[in-house]
């Protein structure tokens, strides 16, 4: 494995009232799209992968254009499609759920102007999509919004231009209560021990 790559987040115990106290990154890894932990998807999110792998070929990412939403069918309501310029990403198209779940409409909002004291994490993230194009795999709480038990997983792909610019990004976000992770980790008893997230 290069050297360049960076490793997959250690194995980390948190306890429940930890979760109560801040905003926490659960999970974030933006590697190449063969090293996402597939194991850690959701179907919504095996779905968009797979259908963004076999759209893209042997390319790094697919077109824009290579990408049709009615293929994506049970996954619609949980896909943004973010534009890239300069200075930010804002958002184009939004899903029912990721709005009910994100608390408002989020058609037209600009990264930049979401509160979450991590933003920063967030971004570097976002940077790693749009500059080298790594798939980004996130779990984080939602503790910003007033939901400390909630915890989000969000799969961030890139879409490239005719240059092969990365010009959009499009996102796969689900929304869980931290009892549905616990019962989602406890059934990872073959997942290596770097992968392995666990509450005490």
């Not at 090293?35 to 077109?63: C, M, N």
């Not at 409409?105 to 102007?113: K, M, P, Y």
Request: negative net charge; hydrophobic residues 40%.
């Amino acid at each position: 494995m290069p050297s360049s790559l960076p490793p997959l987040p250690p194995e980390r115990t948190l306890r429940t009232t930890d979760l109560l106290d801040r905003e926490q990154t659960l999970f974030s890894a933006s590697v190449p799209a063969d090293r996402i932990p597939e194991d850690r998807l959701s179907d919504k999110h095996l779905l968009v992968f797979h259908y963004w792998q076999s759209k893209r070929g042997d390319r790094t990412a697919p077109l824009r254009s290579d990408i049709d939403p009615c293929d994506l069918g049970l996954a619609l309501p949980n896909l943004i499609l973010w534009e890239v310029d300069e200075a930010d990403y804002r958002v184009r198209l939004a899903g029912t759920e990721v709005c009910t779940n994100m608390l408002g409409e989020l058609r037209g909002v600009r990264l930049s102007e979401f509160r979450c004291p991590l933003l920063a994490e967030a971004w570097s993230e976002f940077d790693a999509v749009r500059d080298d194009g790594s798939v980004s795999l996130v779990e984080r709480t939602l503790h910003w919004l007033g939901r400390p038990l909630i915890f989000y997983r969000h799969l961030l792909l890139p879409l490239a231009d005719e240059t092969g610019r990365f010009h959009r990004l499009l996102s796969v976000m689900t929304f869980e209560s931290t009892e549905q992770w616990q019962v989602y980790l406890s059934r990872q008893t073959e997942t290596p021990a770097h992968e392995r997230w666990s509450f005490g």
